[in-house]
């Protein structure tokens, strides 16, 4: 069993910000694969469906950004999932717009959403799939005003298939491994 989880905040105030592309790539996996994302358990929305006869769940964590490992502990917990078997999406703000970068574990430089997947799990070990937001150009603006931004029209077109691309990586990281999925979709990086 998968586990896929998107990173974002619940509630339509945050629909559409830069903090919430994970919680879109797992609404574009969703629509893709026509999953219903209906069930309310563990403090969050999910949804399953196979890829590759194995079984995954589509998570959508609902307790905000900063205690996402909550959420994803009790799941993790409840259905056994081994944490190689985790796939997180979330919005990194030091690499650029529209970039996407696949690694198999690290650190949580400064997102509070995998500060909490990290200290719950009691590991950095699961997968994850950084949507590059960029940096704010304007030096006033703090990081959380910056990241609960939406996308300019611009931005909109190119996060959207940066968006997408995720989701097909992590579905491409199921069917065929790792390295496959690094070597397809890591290649488009503006840095």
Do not use: C, W
Request: avoid cysteine.
């Amino acid at each position: 069993m998968y586990l896929i989880v998107g990173l974002g905040n619940p509630g339509k105030e945050y629909a559409g910000t830069r903090h919430n592309v994970g919680f879109d790539a797992i609404d574009f996996l969703a629509y893709k694969n026509d999953v219903k994302l209906n069930k309310l358990k563990f403090n969050a929305v999910f949804g399953e469906y196979n890829v590759n006869g194995e079984k995954v769940l589509l998570f959508k964590p609902v307790t905000y950004m900063n205690l996402s490992g909550n959420a994803v502990i009790e799941a993790v917990r409840f259905y056994k999932i081994p944490i190689e078997n985790i796939i997180v999406i979330y919005d990194d703000i030091d690499i650029g717009l529209g970039s996407l970068r696949i690694r198999p574990h690290g650190s949580s430089g400064t997102h509070n959403g995998m500060k909490s997947l990290i200290y719950q799990l009691q590991s950095d070990k699961f997968k994850r799939i950084r949507i590059g937001i960029g940096k704010s150009k304007n030096p006033n603006l703090s990081l959380a005003d910056y990241v609960l931004q939406k996308f300019d029209s611009d931005e909109r077109t190119t996060i959207n298939e940066t968006i997408q691309n995720a989701g097909l990586a992590a579905e491409d990281i199921i069917r065929f491994g790792l390295n496959h999925a690094m070597e397809n979709y890591n290649k488009n990086i503006k840095e």
